[in-house]
């Protein structure tokens, strides 16, 4: 493709005129390319010039079954022609109600009650405030804290981004947000040699009771990524376990931010079923539209629900909306999304897809820069290092990640490292070649990136 006639360049050069793109330095465009994507196909991506891009992870976790699905599409398409959205207060619509009965159906016992809202980092804030103001209707105003784990990632709102624990995002905003009490994570990464992850996840439950001896008369709710935290590492699902007994225990909301993990990620619907545990708040995005639009949903018990129910002037209601609350196209999309997982062996085929991942990525056990490769369902990442024996990071300015970036560009595949932990979240409809070509490019772009 000639650069000076490339559609690629045309689109870049106008974008970067007005636009001010998310999670990006700007500056760095003066050399990583911008990428005009004009057309989506099954897992692949297809730029202005015709190049493909494997989205090896799912757009931002969000696509589960290909770009332009025609399933999803011709929902919506029905959809537009009938209602495109209507004011959520005191005013209903069909799509909705069938979402909420058919999340109700789906999500782990006792989870009745359903609050939409528009995104992740909504739905955080609608959880956060929900607990607590739980507790005020109960008369326990002082319940104002919550307690995260170090290493988490919430959303980026400042509610959200209060209870999430990466200093890249966190640290400049650090003097706007609350204070959270930060628990250690069960990340197993962070296990002793010969501990077993299950014994790690137990040890730190330990220390998750000694914060809550101290805290609970002042903390709302834990809230915690059920088996993968995005931006941190995989535990054991007995640490959910631990947690529901311990916030039973100590009178504390148990929040699952589903966002990433839910909608089969992990291998089973939702990751909370793995250790068989209910939580008090589930929020879930991401995957929830198949990809196509923002919506979000707060679960909740009716004991949370009730709480809040009285007559007005009690003044005991959830005041929370945001305009696009319960967008008709959203749920629509949900809908469809949720009627592909009853109509194919959506698990079982993911089951096969992701012993394939784990079975190509195995060699890199081997490799001397890499310290970890972790793997939980539909979910693989590889964590690199400067040396396998003392997993000495690589110093972050060295942005060792982009390499790989840039070379997944350059050959097909979109790869997004955070930091230096190479993801895999392909959407599920990606073929074992496909996972192959993702895999060989991954590599090739590791080899890159490590050398000097
Ligand atoms: C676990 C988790 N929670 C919350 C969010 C925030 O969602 P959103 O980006 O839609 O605000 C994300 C997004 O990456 C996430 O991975």
Request: aromatic fraction near 8%; charged fraction near 20%; glycine fraction near 8%.
């Amino acid at each position: 493709m000639n650069p000076l006639t490339s559609n690629n360049r045309a689109l870049a050069e106008r974008d970067l005129r007005h636009l001010w793109h998310p999670c990006t330095q700007m500056h760095d465009h003066l050399s990583i390319p911008m990428v005009p994507i004009v057309r989506g196909e099954g897992a692949w991506l297809i730029d202005a010039d015709g190049r493909r891009y494997l989205d090896g992870i799912s757009s931002w976790w969000t696509n589960l079954f290909g770009h332009a699905n025609p399933r999803i599409g011709a929902a919506l398409k029905a959809q537009l022609d009938t209602l495109e959205h209507v004011i959520f207060a005191g005013f209903t619509h069909e799509p909705a109600i069938e979402l909420a009965e058919q999340l109700v159906r789906i999500t782990p016992p006792g989870l009745d009650r359903v609050f939409l809202a528009d995104n992740g980092s909504a739905a955080i804030e609608v959880a956060l405030k929900m607990s607590f103001h739980y507790w005020l209707n109960q008369g326990h105003g002082e319940k104002t804290r919550f307690i995260a784990l170090s290493g988490s990632y919430h959303g980026e709102t400042l509610g959200a981004l209060s209870v999430s624990d990466v200093a890249l995002y966190r640290k400049t905003y650090a003097p706007l947000l609350l204070t959270p009490i930060l628990a250690p994570s069960p990340d197993a990464y962070e296990r002793e040699t010969g501990e077993s992850p299950e014994q790690f996840a137990s040890r730190r439950l330990g220390e998750l009771r000694s914060l809550l001896e101290r805290h609970a008369h002042e903390t709302s709710a834990v809230i915690v990524e059920p088996l993968v935290q995005c931006a941190g590492g995989m535990y054991h699902p007995s640490y959910l376990t631990g947690l529901r007994a311990l916030c039973d225990e100590f009178n504390v909301h148990f929040i699952a931010d589903e966002i990433a993990v839910g909608f089969g990620r992990t291998g089973t619907l939702f990751a909370c079923e793995q250790a068989g545990v209910s939580p008090d708040f589930m929020c879930l995005s991401k995957g929830l539209t198949g990809g196509f639009l923002p919506l979000s949903a707060v679960l909740t018990t009716t004991q949370v629900y009730e709480a809040f129910y009285a007559e007005y002037n009690a003044g005991k209601a959830f005041l929370h909306s945001h305009s696009y609350t319960g967008n008709p196209l959203a749920c629509r999309a949900a809908l469809a999304t949720l009627q592909i997982f009853r109509d194919e062996p959506v698990l079982e085929r993911n089951r096969a897809l992701a012993a394939h991942l784990a079975r190509r990525l195995a060699p890199l056990r081997d490799h001397p820069n890499v310290a970890e490769v972790r793997q939980t369902g539909m979910i693989a990442a590889v964590e690199l290092v400067q040396n396998q024996d003392t997993r000495q990071p690589f110093p972050a300015d060295e942005r060792r990640g982009l390499r790989v970036y840039l070379h997944g560009l350059e050959h097909g595949a979109l790869l997004r490292p955070l930091g230096n932990v190479v993801y895999f979240m392909p959407p599920y409809v990606v073929t074992e070649a496909e996972i192959d070509h993702l895999v060989d490019v991954a590599i090739a772009g590791i080899q890159h990136a490590v050398r000097g």
